[in-house]
């Protein structure tokens, strides 16, 4: 992305930042009694909350430090925060809005001791949902799928998979995390281990410092271990972060096709959103897979779930991606519904199957409300004739 376009779309996202800080601050201070010492506190803790994450990204740029981490930990943290504390204002104001033609609150509702007591109430309960959010962010489970594929595989009955999705390596997932993913697969036992994009969040200079790719060194499957790119990685610069992970044992596939044993085909594609940062195109899934053997069982990576009709056209078996998290913060999975056809969790058409995961870690708010991190088991068999689908 050129610089000019990364300042507007930067001035455009902070102004919509700050509007909606704005409108949750002007709320609050209202709800405060004028008279009360309380102001003063929510004014600067309220500033120092809003602007945490903003300072953290911009200072982790130009020199990490302990600092950095901590404003980009709180700044996140607060981003659900203010997600929940702006439905919650709306939601406020649009009852005040009614009320004020049809009068249905009581006056006891309405003085300024209830409205306080309001405020506070509700900030119990945003913090009481961001705080159980954490919680489940920090606890990935295991999601066991068994699926038929009607083809050989040149005498291998059964492949064993693990794969995940959208684990943002950087600042937020860092080695606690990183060794909490890289246990959990190793014990699964796979045959192969597949990364469906944004394995790196944007920025290397985390990963680096962090030395978060010697947890991927520690990846054991006889098959190798694949990834693609997603996002993420175009944003933060593609070609450092696919370096850094090819350094650090992680075969990427980039818009190629590759036969793994002799048993099977596996394609990667490169992210949907690579002409936008690079100015270059990426292949059509048809023309990827034109000279590919589709007499052995075809596995594709494509990091955003889009158009899969054409991986069904183009004999692909089974599409695994990520990149939606399922809104990730409720409900904004219905948004995520509404874009994709499949937001999160398994599909079949015709005789393709498709699997789209939440992913292991999270953009922004290390919070997921509404839906479980996962890593994904797949036992693959390969039978001659197709059996039903097993999902746990």
């Known amino acids: 992305m050129k610089n000019y376009q990364f300042l507007i779309f930067f ?36 500033i120092t909350l809003a602007a945490s994450y903003v300072l953290g990204r911009i200072i982790e740029r130009l020199y990490l430090s302990v600092f950095s981490n901590l404003l980009v930990w709180v700044g996140s943290f607060w981003l659900a925060a203010m997600f929940y504390f702006l439905l919650a204002v709306i939601l406020i104001d649009l009852i005040r809005l009614s009320n004020h033609f049809i009068h249905f609150l009581p006056n006891a509702w309405l003085t300024p ?15 009481g949902s961001v705080l159980a959010g954490y919680i489940n962010a920090i606890s990935p489970r295991i999601k066991n799928l068994t ?14 998979i693990a794969m995940a999705s959208d684990i943002h390596m950087g600042t937020i997932i860092g080695p606690r995390r990183m060794a909490k993913l890289v246990g959990s697969m190793n014990g699964l036992k796979p045959d192969i281990i597949l990364f469906a994009g944004d394995i790196v969040d944007e920025d290397l200079a985390p990963v680096v410092r962090q030395n978060l790719g010697e947890s991927l060194r520690q990846l054991k499957a006889p098959l190798g271990v694949y990834g693609i790119t997603g996002n993420h990685e175009y944003i933060g610069g593609a070609e450092p972060a696919v370096k850094y992970l090819e350094e650090h044992g992680i075969i990427m596939l980039r818009d190629t096709v590759v036969n793994v044993a002799g048993a099977f085909n596996l394609a990667g594609r490169d992210d949907r959103d690579k002409p936008r940062f690079s100015g270059r195109p990426r292949r059509e899934v048809a023309d990827l897979l034109e000279n590919t ?7 594709l990576l494509d990091h955003q779930p889009f158009d899969l009709q054409k991986a069904e056209a183009a004999g692909v078996d089974l599409q695994l991606s990520g990149h939606t998290h399922h809104g990730q913060i409720w409900p904004l999975n ?58 746990e």
């Open 11 to 46: 001035s455009i996202v902070l102004l919509i930042y700050s509007s909606i800080n704005f409108y949750i601050y002007t709320r609050g201070m209202q709800a405060i009694p004028a008279d009360s010492g309380l102001k003063t506190w929510f004014r600067w803790i309220f």
């Open 113 to 127: 001791k209830a409205v306080a007591n309001l405020l506070g109430l509700t900030v119990i309960i945003v913090l």
């Open 147 to 160: 699926l038929d594929i009607n083809k050989q595989a040149n005498g291998l009955k059964e492949l064993n």
């Open 293 to 299: 053997d589709k007499s052995l069982p075809l596995i």
């Open 334 to 391: 219905y948004i995520t519904e509404a874009i994709y056809e499949v937001s999160m969790g398994y599909k079949q058409k015709g005789s393709s199957h498709f699997y789209v995961s939440p992913g292991f870690g999270g953009w922004g708010p290390p919070v997921r409300i509404g839906n479980r991190p996962e890593i994904v088991n797949i036992k693959l068999r390969f039978l001659p004739s197709v059996s039903p689908v097993t999902q």
